[in-house]
C-alpha cells in the first residue's frame, strides 16, 4: 500500500506542475512579449523560466512524495503531501512571476537607456556636421 501511495503522490504532484508550468510559460510569453521587440527572444526568455520552475517543483514533488508513509495512513497521508505540494507550488509561481516581472523591468530600462543614448548620439552628431547653425540661420530668414 505504501508504494500506490507514493505513486499517487508523484503522479498528482507532477500533474500540478505540468499544468502550473504550462500556465507560466504562456502568460510568460504574453507578458515578456510587450517588452521585447522580437517575439522568438520572449518566448525563449519565458521558455528558460519555465524551465527552470519544472526542475525546481519537480525536485520539490519528488521530496515530498519519498517522505516516509505511516503504516494505514491512506487518503489522509496523500491530502496531507497534496497540500504541502499546493503551497510549495504557490511559492514556486510567486517566485517565478517576481524573476519575469524583474525581467520585464530590466528589459524595459535596456530599452529606455538605449533611447536616451540614441537620442543624444544623434544630438552631437547634428551639431557637430553643423545643422544646428544651418537650422538657426534658416529661421532668422539669415540663410542666404
Do not use: C, N, W
Not at 500506490?4 to 507560466?24: E, K
Amino acid at each position: 500500500m505504501g508504494d500506490a501511495l507514493y505513486l499517487v503522490v508523484l503522479f498528482l504532484g507532477a500533474v500540478l506542475v505540468l499544468i502550473d508550468g504550462q500556465l507560466i510559460f504562456r502568460a510568460g510569453v504574453g507578458y515578456l512579449g510587450e517588452v521585447y521587440d522580437d517575439p522568438k527572444r520572449a518566448r525563449q526568455v519565458a521558455g528558460m523560466v519555465a524551465v527552470l520552475f519544472h526542475m525546481v517543483m519537480f525536485g520539490v514533488v519528488a521530496l515530498v512524495a519519498s517522505v516516509a508513509f505511516p503504516p494505514g495512513a491512506g487518503v489522509r497521508s496523500v491530502l496531507v503531501r497534496m497540500g504541502i505540494l499546493l503551497l510549495l507550488t504557490a511559492l514556486g509561481h510567486a517566485t517565478t512571476m517576481t524573476i519575469l516581472s524583474r525581467m520585464r523591468e530590466q528589459q524595459l530600462s535596456t530599452e529606455v537607456a538605449e533611447a536616451q543614448l540614441d537620442r543624444h548620439e544623434h544630438a552631437s552628431a547634428d551639431h557637430r556636421t553643423g545643422r544646428d547653425a544651418d537650422d538657426d540661420a534658416a529661421r532668422d530668414g539669415g540663410g542666404e
